[in-house]
Nanobody, 113 residues
């Protein structure tokens, strides 16, 4: 059974940084296309970053500020978020790209002064 557990969210001031983690079990992140998604209240869930075969891609809204990476030994995917803006406030989830598993509970990121 696949399990994805997100962590690392919190309250941060505009301009601050956070690093999110996604610990996976039941799959190998080293051979899976993985992505970070976010969902703000009233909005649809959107893909903000993905990694596949060590190639990364980002939504325009986060390009240059967010970095997705993975640690194959720990079977974990990360999202380093810098220069955070209030509009980055959302619940962040990780999951596959193209193939999806059960969604985890996500981790809340709130950017506010």
């Amino acid at each position: 059974q696949v399990q994805l557990v997100e962590s690392g969210g919190g309250l941060v001031q505009p301009g601050g940084s956070l690093r999110l983690s996604c610990a996976a079990s039941g799959i190998r992140v080293s051979i899976s296309a993985m992505g970070w998604y976010r969902q703000a209240p009233g909005d649809e869930r959107e893909l903000v970053a993905r990694i596949s075969n060590d190639v990364t891609d980002y939504a325009d809204a986060v390009k240059g500020r967010f970095t997705i990476s993975r640690d194959n030994a720990k079977n974990t995917v990360y999202l380093q978020m810098n220069s955070l803006k209030p509009e980055d406030t959302a619940v962040y989830f990780c999951n596959g790209v193209g193939v999806w598993w059960a969604w985890g509970q996500g981790t809340q990121v709130t950017v506010s002064s």
